[in-house]
């Protein structure tokens, strides 16, 4: 029998310390990644059937009134809830993608970040309508914090968390008409939102990154991938196009080349001091130039096939950080409220402006609230749009 003394007692030991170390640093790191929480809360969620989905959907954005499979919904949930926004307050969030698989990229959580989003949401309006106004606020931050956790590299997670946001955003448009005026409250709110926001990555960031996952599908031993996607939706595909995708890999290496200097003058473009009605003529041109180019140019096949819809997910982004210029305009109406009794009859000077016409939003006061008004309109919807709040009595 071995004595706490001997050598080898000493030796057993030291290791299995340095086991339980190890593995005490594994699971460190492993809480610090949200991904692994979120997994967590779409294991936990008891998804609705697709009817109430959508009923959820509705009740969140102030749609439709609540009613008792609502409520059970969100009961049943709590769990899910709680895991959400542990998640949501963290960081770090990998969800483990592999990009080398370039064009077949999977992302199967995709739907289920969705259902967690209206849930959320539900939730949200459910705490207002209950007087719980702080509660209800934090989880639209939980929103759009999940937003950014959502965004990777890839334009479709870019394009989620651009709809997460505007989620939260309308969440919160509907909890500002309900509470009574709140300082202390509102203005924490604002200050929160406007960094949520800076945090968010930016259109031309993720371009950069979106522009180095497609390349990786623009390679010769991927052009059968290539041909089938292109095929796919569109029978017209013409011979000598299949033709130039079965060439040699200097084809490729052209092709690939070319489409980086594509999204390098996309991002010129988007970074540029123009305005934003300018920047979509701009991207007309640009998008007419590198697809029409491709029925010359050989190097350009892979640009046209690539390129993404630039103009319309700008539209995306303006009207997204339009919405929060208007929660932020509307926070400072209703602090003065608060502070005055009445709302003002102007905006103030600095308030945040319109991002489609860069001018201040046209202020009007209604019978139960105010309305901010776009000046300038959505090019591709040619729509000038409104926010409208309500004021709580």
Same mark, same amino acid.
């Given at each position: 029998?071995?004595?706490?003394?001997?050598?080898?007692?000493?030796?057993?030991?030291?290791?299995?310390?340095?086991?339980?170390?190890?593995?005490?640093?594994?699971?460190?790191?492993?809480?610090?990644?949200?991904?692994?929480?979120?997994?967590?809360?779409?294991?936990?969620?008891?998804?609705?059937?697709?009817?109430?989905?959508?009923?959820?959907?509705?009740?969140?954005?102030?749609?439709?009134?609540?009613?008792?499979?609502? *409520?059970?919904?969100?009961?049943?949930?709590?769990?899910?809830?709680?895991?959400?926004?542990? *998640?949501?307050?963290?960081?770090?969030?990998?969800?483990?993608?592999?990009?080398?698989?370039?064009?077949?990229?999977?992302?199967?959580?995709?739907?289920?970040?969705?259902?967690?989003?209206?849930?959320?949401?539900?939730?949200?309006?459910?705490?207002?309508?209950?007087?719980?106004?702080?509660?209800?606020?934090?989880?639209?931050?939980?929103?759009?914090?999940?937003?950014?956790?959502?965004?990777?590299?890839?334009?479709?997670?870019?394009?989620?968390?651009?709809?997460?946001?505007?989620?939260?955003?309308?969440?919160?448009?509907?909890?500002?008409?309900?509470?009574?005026?709140?300082?202390?409250?509102?203005?924490?709110?604002?200050?929160?939102?406007?960094?949520?926001?800076?945090?968010?990555?930016?259109?031309?960031?993720?371009?950069?990154?979106?522009?180095?996952?497609?390349?990786?599908?623009?390679?010769?031993?991927?052009?059968?991938?290539?041909?089938?996607?292109?095929?796919?939706?569109?029978?017209?595909?013409?011979?000598?196009?299949?033709?130039?995708?079965?060439?040699?890999? *200097?084809?490729?290496?052209?092709?690939?080349?070319?489409?980086?200097?594509?999204?390098?003058?996309?991002?010129?473009?988007?970074?540029?001091?123009?305005?934003?009605?300018?920047?979509?003529?701009?991207?007309?041109?640009?998008?007419?130039?590198?697809?029409?180019?491709?029925?010359?140019?050989?190097?350009?096949?892979?640009?046209?096939?690539?390129?993404?819809?630039?103009?319309?997910?700008?539209?995306?982004?303006?009207?997204?950080?339009?919405?929060?210029? *208007?929660?932020?305009?509307?926070?400072?109406?209703?602090?003065?409220?608060?502070?005055?009794?009445?709302?003002?009859?102007?905006?103030?000077?600095?308030?945040?402006?319109?991002?489609?016409?860069?001018?201040?939003?046209?202020?009007?006061?209604?019978?139960?609230?105010?309305?901010?008004?776009?000046?300038?309109?959505?090019?591709?919807?040619?729509?000038?749009?409104?926010?409208?709040?309500?004021?709580?009595?």
């Amino acid at each position: 029998m071995r004595t706490l003394d001997d050598p080898k007692s000493h030796m057993v030991t030291c290791i299995v310390l340095v086991l339980v170390a190890s593995s005490v640093a594994t699971w460190a790191q492993q809480q610090e990644n949200a991904a692994l929480l979120y997994y967590q809360a779409f294991l936990l969620h008891e998804k609705p059937d697709d009817g109430l989905v959508h009923t959820i959907g509705d009740y969140g954005k102030g749609k439709i009134e609540g009613n008792e499979k609502i *409520a059970e919904h969100i009961e049943k949930n709590r769990s899910a809830i709680a895991s959400a926004v542990k *998640a949501a307050d963290m960081d770090t969030c990998d969800w483990g993608y592999d990009y080398s698989q370039g064009f077949d990229l999977q992302m199967p959580h995709l739907p289920q970040v969705r259902r967690i989003a209206f849930l959320l949401s539900a939730e949200a309006r459910s705490l207002a309508e209950r007087g719980d106004y702080a509660t209800a606020l934090d989880r639209c931050i939980t929103l759009r914090k999940m937003a950014g956790h959502v965004t990777d590299r890839t334009l479709i997670t870019y394009l989620v968390g651009l709809a997460l946001n505007g989620l939260a955003n309308g969440a919160a448009q509907n909890i500002l008409g309900l509470m009574p005026g709140d300082v202390k409250e509102l203005s924490e709110f604002k200050n929160r939102l406007s960094q949520t926001q800076e945090r968010f990555p930016t259109l031309e960031y993720t371009y950069t990154q979106e522009a180095q996952v497609c390349a990786e599908s623009m390679r010769k031993e991927k052009a059968e991938t290539l041909i089938t996607l292109m095929r796919q939706g569109n029978d017209s595909v013409s011979d000598s196009t299949i033709r130039r995708l079965r060439g040699d890999e *200097a084809f490729f290496e052209r092709n690939r080349n070319h489409y980086a200097n594509a999204i390098g003058t996309i991002i010129d473009t988007l970074e540029s001091s123009l305005s934003y009605q300018e920047i979509c003529i701009k991207l007309d041109e640009l998008d007419r130039h590198f697809c029409g180019e491709a029925s010359d140019n050989p190097d350009a096949t892979l640009t046209a096939m690539a390129l993404p819809a630039t103009k319309r997910i700008l539209q995306l982004r303006v009207r997204q950080q339009t919405h929060v210029n *208007a929660l932020c305009t509307a926070i400072d109406l209703y602090m003065a409220k608060a502070t005055t009794g009445r709302l003002p009859d102007t905006l103030s000077a600095n308030a945040p402006n319109d991002l489609f016409s860069g001018k201040p939003f046209r202020y009007e006061k209604t019978a139960d609230g105010f309305v901010l008004h776009c000046q300038g309109k959505d090019l591709d919807k040619d729509k000038a749009y409104e926010f409208e709040f309500k004021v709580a009595k």
